[in-house]
């Protein structure tokens, strides 16, 4: 652990038994500066006995909290325990450990409160699926309108946060997609909000938590969140 800053990678996972064994491995060879702690979400496969028998980092909720919850677990963990900033990490091998250092340079030497790794920039690596990429650029314009700031991967779970920021997510972190309405408040909030390019991997094994077919769900229920969020500030 780097000893001028407390940094952790909070891994959100629910039935990761196919990944979080290479997640972790990538970490511990491309950020060996960054603690890290895996956020078990009640899973039903055997991804806690992988865990367990790794002897990994990890948190076991009793109660599946969902993507919200769960992030906002490692959060808290992060904020009680004196971390000075966090960078949310997919446990399903879509995000590269080593972009991670880089990001915490972009949030120190830029003065920004969050930094969130677009894929979308130099649009290289795994773009997504075209159904979710027309839905990200919807966000993307929507947030544009809200709130003046272009984020062109509102949708990436890859981000990073200070200590401003733990705080903050520590009271209050939106539960499900969290992503988008969470770049929302903080903007509404004043604080700064910055992007760094990234190449991201499709995922090889597990299930992603949006399908096509509650696609039109989440596009309705996440755009109904922003726009609160924009009028809570």
Sequence with gaps: MNCKM???????????SENIEKTIHDIRENAPDFDYII??????????????????????LPVNLGIGGAV???????????YEMAVQFDGDGQHNASYLSAMADKLK??????VIGSRFIEKQGFQSSGIRRAGIKFFTGLIKLLTGKRITDPTSGMRIVN????????????????????????????YKVEEIPVIM?????????????????????????????????
């Design 39 to 60: 956020i078990n979400d009640c899973s039903t496969d055997n991804t806690l006995e992988i865990l367990r028998k790794n002897h990994f980092n990890y948190l076991n």
């Design 109 to 114: 030497e830029s003065g920004a409160d969050m």
């Design 6 to 16: 407390k940094k952790l990678i909070i891994i959100p996972a629910y039935n990761e």
């Design 163 to 190: 200590r401003r920021l733990l705080k903050l997510f520590t009271d209050y972190y939106p539960k499900d997609y969290p992503e988008p309405e969470s770049a929302v408040t903080v903007l509404a909030k004043g």
């Design 72 to 82: 906002q677990s490692g959060y808290r963990y992060a904020y009680y325990h004196d």
């Design 201 to 233: 991997n499709e995922r090889e094994g597990g299930v992603s938590s949006i399908s096509m077919f509650n696609g039109i769900y989440y596009m309705i229920k996440v755009s109904i969140a922003i726009l609160i969020a924009r009028l809570s500030k």
